[in-house]
């Protein structure tokens, strides 16, 4: 890979499930690079594509009832269409992924430092004695205490946040270039999710990774992202840097998605703001903009017309809409107008 080559390029990524009640478009024609050291969220509403089109760069999708076409290249390997053969050559040495549920992740009736021993024995073929030691040393890295001894724990004894840094910790045996962290921190209280997002901030500086950060939260990839992507309905309807989008959004759902984020500022038991409507049927999508039903800025042309990306003037910065929301200084001068 040259220096100016992307690390993972993707490019009109569909990815479509074949059902009984008809076929569901869960991705529809992502296309975005990812740049080497390089943090990407991907952030959006449950439904909007964002855990399908992390699997679909995965190369985890099954094999039946579901169509996936465009392309992923990983370091110039490209990974729609590959065998499951040419895909574990890959796994966790070039790309790894944290999956929401740690719990359903590991398994039960396991002890971790097996688990763990798996992945390099396998994927470096390391004797026993080695993978034992490199995985008490990853234990250590990751923040668990005491490592000899949960090195035979089963996940059932640890705590929701050790069984997440233990899901963390197998991800990054291998030292992939990639790490896929389908939101890292469901389930977990607020300090512990923000110890779990630190630790990966630390471990991907340590590592030289790239990450993609996929989250409903948009608080957690306001200081941890060089860049963020909105997805709706399977598409990108607006991305950016990560100050392009908090401070220059022009899509109302990605506005939606800010108002709904609780602050620290509000006041005790302030009801929190929801996006109104509800996430459409994939099964059913309407011809013109996936969010207009829901959008208070909608016109007809909405209803009937799919926007495309296009540049908000930065070329880093692209939204689909056919009423973007006006530059933050118009949104002043518009509002004091209005109050006048």
Known sequence: MSDNAPLLSVKNLATTFETARGEVPAVGGVTFDLLADETIGIVGESGSGKTVLARSIMG??????????GSVQLDGTEIVG???AELRKIWAVDVAMIFQDPMTSLNPLIRIGKQIDETLRL?????????????IELLDLVGIPSAN???MAYPAQLSGGMRQRVVIAIALACSPKL???DEPTTGL?????????NLLDQLKSDLHMSMVLVTHDLGVVATRTDRIIVMYAGRIVETGTTKEVFAQHRMPYTEALLASTPKVSDASHTRLNAIPGR?????KLAKGCSFAPRCQYATERCHNERPELESSGSPSHLFACWN?????TNRTASSAGSEA
């Open 60 to 69: 985890l999708q099954p094999r039946t009832n579901v169509r996936v076409e």
């Open 82 to 84: 590959a065998s499951e």
């Open 123 to 135: 994927r470096l073929g390391l004797n026993k004695s080695d993978a034992k030691k490199r995985a």
């Open 149 to 151: 001894e949960r090195y």
């Open 179 to 181: 790490l896929l962290a």
């Open 189 to 197: 209280d607020v300090t512990i999710q923000a110890q779990i997002l």
């Open 279 to 283: 996430p459409p049927d994939l099964l």
């Open 324 to 328: 973007p929301l006006p530059l933050p």
